[in-house]
């Protein structure tokens, strides 16, 4: 049975930092894993995917990896902005049709 | 333009009431989905449905039923709602098989009573 982590559950950063969320999973052998963002009141918009063939993926300041060996994730976010402020989510997904696992999600907050 | 709509947005009902949250989504996907997020927002699959049939159904108890018309719809029938079933109720949909990314709704906020 697939498990997903996220910790820490809060971070708080200045804005301008780099910063990297961390995610991991218990099953390594996934068949992708996608980054989401959940602002406030909000739905949940998806950032990244990694299909498992692929180490990393890159969009705008961020940068999504996957190391299935090691069972981690990460997210990286470059100079981070106030804006950035949101609920980050990490879900595995362990084959083409099967579900998506959630983390319980970092709430990250970028201080001005 | 919404690609994933969710009626209503608010849903504020009494214990042992019966209600419903409908889905639609314009964007061609043969596969929808029903999550639920608690208190502490953890997000956890319901059920999930290809082509009107039903393919992923988590442990949900059988007071949840859901349905799907069509393709683009899946509605969420909830009977005899407990103080539990308290939660935001996500609809997402995506394109089976491909492994793509799943495309969520604003969430439906159901306050039972």
């Known amino acids: 049975k697939q498990e997903v982590t996220q910790i820490p559950a809060a971070l708080s950063v200045p804005e301008g930092e780099n910063l990297v969320l961390n995610c991991s999973f218990t099953d390594s052998a996934i068949y992708n894993l996608q980054w989401f963002r959940q602002d406030p009141g909000k739905g949940l918009t998806s950032l990244l995917l990694i299909q498992s063939s692929q180490r990393e993926q890159t969009s705008g300041r961020l940068n999504a990896s996957l190391d299935k060996s090691s069972g981690r994730s990460t997210l990286y976010i470059a100079a981070s902005q106030p804006g950035d402020s949101a609920t980050y989510l990490c879900?595995?997904?362990?084959?083409?049709?099967?579900?998506?696992?959630f983390g319980k999600g970092i709430t990250l907050s970028v201080r001005p | 333009d919404t690609a994933v709509s969710q009626t209503p947005k608010y849903l504020v009902t009494q214990m042992g009431n019966d209600k419903s949250i409908k889905c639609e989504q314009n964007l061609g996907h043969d596969t929808m989905y029903w999550y639920k997020q608690d208190s502490k927002k953890f997000l956890k699959i319901m059920f999930s449905y290809n082509n009107k049939e039903l393919i992923i159904n988590e442990t949900v108890p059988n007071r949840f039923s859901p349905k799907s018309p069509d393709k683009a719809h899946l509605n969420l029938h909830i009977n005899s709602l407990e103080l539990g079933d308290s939660a935001v109720y996500f609809c997402?949909?995506?394109?089976?098989?491909?492994?793509?990314?799943?495309?969520f709704g604003p969430g439906t906020r159901l306050l039972v009573l």
């Open positions: 879900a595995a997904r362990t084959g083409a049709n099967s579900k998506l696992t």
């Open positions: 997402a949909s995506s394109r089976m098989g491909s492994g793509e990314t799943q495309y």
